[in-house]
Nanobody, 127 residues
């Protein structure tokens, strides 16, 4: 198993930036694909970004493409989500997730594909 803990959320003005971190413990993080999801109040959890176990391939929701960057440092067992040009509609609780994979090209964009989740970190973008 792997345990995930997010950090880095907070309150930021429109156009600002935040970097979220996802610290993993337990099994070797480099064997897991990871993703970021978010859930706004009253809405379903939605995909934000995903990457393969090496971080060599990345995937983004259309709404964040060009503004957010997912990355990971397997030596530090940590994943990141750099968020730039933030908008009020980015306000949500952000979750990192991980799934054990056996193929270097594997990634996932749906919540049901992930086995492990962090507790979430709140991001609020003021207008």
């Amino acid at each position: 198993q792997v345990q995930l803990v997010e950090s880095g959320g907070g309150l930021v003005q429109t156009g600002g930036s935040l970097r979220l971190s996802c610290a993993a413990s337990g099994r070797s993080f480099s064997s897991y694909a990871m993703g970021w999801f978010r859930q706004a109040q009253g809405k379903e959890r939605e995909f934000v970004a995903a990457t393969t176990w090496s971080g060599g391939s990345t995937y983004y929701a259309t709404s964040v493409k060009g503004r957010f960057t997912i990355s990971r440092d397997n030596a530090k067992n940590t994943g990141y989500l750099q968020m730039n040009v933030l908008k009020p509609e980015d306000t949500a609780v952000y979750y990192c997730a991980a799934v054990r994979t056996y193929n270097s090209g594997t990634y996932a964009t749906t919540p049901g594909r992930y086995d492990y989740w962090g507790q979430g970190t709140q991001v609020t973008v003021s207008s």
